[in-house]
């Protein structure tokens, strides 16, 4: 989905003039004559939504028209623009005709070379243990030695502003990261035109170029040094960045023995994480102040590069062991914040003693158990800080970058399950030894302010042990955790139809304890969209075929989260339970999606509008239940995954059970924040902040999946 304007009547008249005219198939273009002969201004958007998806050539068409409306590389008729000049010391820049073809596209490529005669080391060939290499890069055409070829997706480089250089083009930079090999430690630049390949050249990197064409190279060369022993998969991590935005990153695997040999070796590479190949309006978005990058190694251990935008920050391994401990303890001090334990029955069969909930009626705390949590929750943060940063110069590097307000970027790989709690992480100093110091002004800021400010006005004051709520990342920063599109294009900067108010999709539960509150709660849901655009389904049949069969805007699930243990592999997968007890998993998604399409016997291929809706609609996904989105490492297939890959924009989840009282007042603060046109990131924030004022932390149980810009679309 295109983040532009609904096309309107008079554009598509200008469409119709123009060459890409000629792409339409005749009923595509019968329909849409007879669309702007016909149809009154009123009821236009909804005839060409209904148009789209009933002509493949008409939706294809509005896509690229829609993408290339602020460029006009396919010569739609618009007033021209006059265009920046670089200064090249005199050498001319060549200009292309109007009406000219976009531009292709262009890849990150990556090879191993040897340092004298830059000859590519072969594929097949085995590293010399202490011996010197050359890591070659390069953007531009596919070629055909790069290691990272068979997964090689295109640079998002329309996601760029193209502000560098004088308008001609984008400063990137370029850092590689290794606990195996030498490499250095600094960061490095390419300058990537409007068109063409990038190239290297001494000038500095953000300002104009005042080099000649014979001062730039087409290759970046860093040195790196193999690991002094055998090793059997060492790694190299390489991450191209624009302004603190991570667009792609691409691991390299490679066998060193003790000397080097031709064959018998397995050098490999590939492109793990790709922010979007369609990111339109960076330039409307602040610079990332962090980029956090989560991968796997090639042992199974977990691995995570804090970048601080102008230079890597810290680069940590984890193993599984260590992720449980952590996420168990975290979420475990979370849960106690609000209820108390249930205790399991003693006989099968016989009931336990179910958990008892701590938050008064209007999900409020007592003040002196608010300072007691914020003491137990801070002491959690401040080990999950020391997993992020374990040497002080580390921690110290990431507070100074992020001792204000910031927007951090998580940059999970495609295919990694882990969900960790960023939110919670804190991080002023806290030693459980010694006795808290609460931060007066900090509290009382946090109880008078309703999410119009995230640092304490007396933050240079914060020593050892003091509890302030803005130490936590989840109150003082903007948390974003777009997912990897590099099989599924971009990656929505808006969320719904917009056409008119939005419509919601609610697969609801009707087992939940108090169903006095659930009915309450769907008042509340038909005030704040309009009764008429509530799709209510309490059934399991009802909610595959509304999310499958109709255009959707909003989908949220009111209903428990289930772990059901596989026989098998004793591993859990979160199941949603809709209606009476009926189980909807990850699985039973994608078994519709795959539904959506197929052939014809003539070889046709059918689209079905169920996923195609979904990748046009862009919905926002709101998992309101208990385990939602607490994945483990043994978690096979989540929903988080499951509906990005369907073509959702973004999806909310709780990292913990919660109560029904308190995730009724969550969703439906979050949805009046969210309606209003605020962003994803700022109506989360104003969620926890309002629940802040009534000494509740709860706030910090809600993740968001997705860009922290995303708003809802409007006409």
Same mark, same amino acid.
């Given at each position: 989905m295109v983040d532009t304007a609904p096309i309107g009547k008079e554009e598509l008249e200008r469409l119709r003039t123009s060459p890409l005219w000629d792409e339409l198939d005749e009923s595509a273009r019968e329909a849409v004559l007879d669309l702007l002969a016909n149809v009154e201004e009123q009821a236009f958007l909804i005839e060409l939504q209904r148009l789209r998806h009933q002509h493949p050539s008409l939706r294809r068409l509005l896509r690229l028209y829609q993408a290339e409306r602020e460029t006009n590389e396919r010569g739609v008729p618009a007033q021209p623009q006059p265009q920046p000049q670089p200064d090249t010391g005199g050498s001319p820049v060549p200009q292309g005709p109007v009406g000219a073809a976009p531009p292709a596209d262009r890849y990150l490529n990556l090879c191993l070379t040897w340092p004298i005669s830059q000859q590519v080391v072969p594929h097949d060939g085995l590293l010399g243990a202490g011996a010197r290499y050359h890591l070659r890069l390069d953007i531009g055409e596919l070629a055909g030695d790069s290691l990272v070829r068979e997964s090689a997706r295109p640079l998002p480089d329309d996601a760029l502003p193209h502000e560098d250089g004088g308008g001609q083009g984008d400063w990137l930079q370029i850092n590689v990261l290794s606990e195996d090999f030498l490499v250095p430690d600094r960061r490095h630049a390419m300058f990537l035109p409007l068109d063409g390949r990038a190239y290297v050249c001494p000038c500095p990197p953000g300002g104009r170029h005042v080099c000649r064409p014979e001062h730039r190279g087409q290759y970046l060369w860093i040195p790196v040094t193999a690991p002094a022993g055998p090793r059997s998969a060492g790694s190299l991590r390489v991450t191209v960045s624009y302004r603190g935005n991570l667009l792609q990153s691409a691991t390299v695997l490679a066998r060193v023995g003790e000397r080097e040999k031709p064959t018998g070796g397995s050098l490999r590479g590939e492109i793990d994480f790709t922010l979007t190949s369609g990111f339109l309006g960076l330039r409307d978005?602040?610079?990332?102040?962090?980029?956090?990058?989560?991968?796997?190694?090639?042992?199974?251990?977990?691995?995570?590069d804090v970048d601080g935008g102008d230079r890597p920050v810290s680069t940590f391994w984890l193993t599984e062991a260590q992720i449980e401990g952590a996420l168990s303890r975290a979420r475990a001090v979370l849960t106690d914040v609000h209820a108390t334990r249930g205790v399991p029955p003693e006989n099968p069969g016989a009931k336990g003693i179910p958990p008892r909930d701590r938050l008064g009626a209007d999900n409020t705390k007592g003040h002196a158990e608010f300072r007691d949590d914020l003491w137990r929750l801070a002491a959690v943060g401040w080990d999950l800080l020391h997993l992020l940063a374990p040497v002080p110069a580390q921690r110290a590097a990431l507070r100074d970058r992020l001792r204000e307000p910031a927007t951090i970027q998580i940059c999970r790989q495609q295919g990694q399950p882990l969900m960790f709690p960023w939110a919670l992480v804190y991080d002023i100093p806290v030693d459980t030894g010694d006795s808290p110091v609460f931060c007066e002004v900090g509290l009382e800021q946090a109880r008078q302010d309703h999410g119009t400010g995230r640092a304490c006005r007396d933050s240079a004051r914060h020593t050892r042990n003091t509890v302030c709520p803005s130490g936590f990342w989840g109150f003082r920063h903007a948390i974003e955790q777009p997912t990897s599109r590099k099989d599924?294009?971009?990656?929505?900067?808006?969320?719904?139809?917009?056409?008119?108010?939005?419509?919601?999709?609610?697969?609801?539960?009707?087992t939940l304890p108090r169903q006095d509150l659930a009915e309450q709660h769907m008042m509340s849901l038909r005030q704040q969209f309009g009764p008429d655009r509530v799709r209510d389904c309490d059934s399991r049949t009802a909610l595959l075929d509304e999310l499958f069969g109709a255009g959707q805007d909003c989908v949220y699930f009111y209903?428990?989260?289930?772990? +059901?243990?596989?026989?098998?592999?004793?591993?859990g997968a979160t199941a949603l339970e809709i209606g009476d007890g009926q189980l909807v998993k990850p699985a039973d998604i994608s078994a519709r999606m795959t539904e959506t399409t197929g052939m014809t016997g003539a070889g046709d291929v059918i689209e079905g509008k169920g996923w195609r809706d979904w990748e046009e609609n862009a919905p926002l996904v709101f998992l309101n239940g208990c385990h939602t989105t607490d994945d483990t490492p043994g978690t096979w297939l989540t929903f988080v995954d499951v509906f990005s890959n369907l073509g959702a924009s973004g999806v909310i989840g709780t990292e913990i059970s919660v109560g029904q009282n308190f995730?009724?007042?969550?969703a439906q603060s979050f949805w009046r924040h969210f309606l209003e046109g605020l962003t994803?990131? +700022?109506?989360?924030?104003?969620?926890?902040? +309002?629940l802040l004022g009534k000494g509740n932390l709860l706030g910090l149980a809600y993740t968001a999946y997705c860009c922290a810009d995303l708003r809802l679309s409007r006409p």
């Open positions: 978005l602040p610079s990332r102040d962090a980029a956090i990058r989560v991968s796997r190694g090639f042992d199974g251990a977990l691995v995570v599924r294009g971009t990656l929505p900067l808006r969320a719904g139809r917009g056409l008119g108010k939005p419509h919601v999709t609610v697969g609801r539960a009707l209903c428990h989260g289930r772990r +059901e243990k596989d026989v098998a592999d004793r591993t995730a009724s007042e969550v994803v990131g +700022e109506s989360l924030h104003r969620v926890r902040a +309002e």
